[in-house]
């Protein structure tokens, strides 16, 4: 899981976090304030409620936060990229075919990918979450197996949670826990990580 990157250069983490969050906030405000918005701009109006205003500013607030990752870091980290194609090929659909049940699918399809790929990396040996958060832990071969199961399990539970709350609950509550759901969430679930990746953490030699 490597960065498509071309001379990477450090981000300011709150920067990098106005990038991965940016285009989600956009999402939640776009869609409360749909109707205004399509007020404002009749032309908004014609691609239907508030959930199609908001997928089309979701689709370009992620498509500006790619490229300012790329014009300001160097560097495009792939699962952002593998995210940015889905909400792309989903939101397309939405617009075009005015069914929201896509853009609603696009949290399922993209966990169900990240799960499957990282148990498929296990198969065949290969701890791919390795490649991605190496440069931040150092863990041996057992502890990498184990974080990368945990991550595995994580999406795919994410998945199955998205698919109870679009299909049971309003598309405004939704939207909200979508944005302000999932991310505690998944900062609760990295919290609880630390003690399996402090018992296989690699000690650094001792300073000569």
Do not use: C
């Amino acid at each position: 899981m490597k960065e498509l990157s071309d001379s990477k250069k450090e981000v300011n983490p709150a920067l990098k976090l106005a990038l991965e969050m940016g285009p989600l906030i956009v999402f939640f405000i776009a869609n409360n304030r749909g109707e205004k918005l399509a007020e404002m701009f009749p032309a908004l109006a014609e691609l239907g409620g508030p959930l199609f205003i908001a997928t089309a500013f979701f689709m370009l607030a992620t498509a500006i936060a790619l490229i300012a990752s790329w014009v300001l870091t160097r560097t495009l980290p792939l699962m952002p990229v593998v995210s940015g194609g889905v909400i792309f090929i989903f939101g397309a659909l939405t617009l075009y075919l005015h069914d929201e049940t896509f853009i609603k699918l696009k949290p399922t399809i993209i966990n169900s990918l990240f799960g499957i790929t990282l148990l498929g990396g296990l198969v065949f040996k290969k701890p791919l979450l390795k490649y991605v958060l190496g440069a931040a832990f150092e863990l041996d071969e057992k502890g990498w197996f184990h974080l990368t199961i945990r991550w595995a399990l994580f999406f795919f539970a994410m998945a199955i949670v998205n698919e109870v709350i679009w299909r049971n609950f309003s598309t405004d509550f939704w939207v909200a826990f979508k944005v302000w759901g999932n991310i505690p969430i998944t900062v609760i679930f990295m919290a609880f990580q630390f003690p399996l990746i402090n018992r296989h953490s690699l000690e650094e030699p001792d300073a000569q």
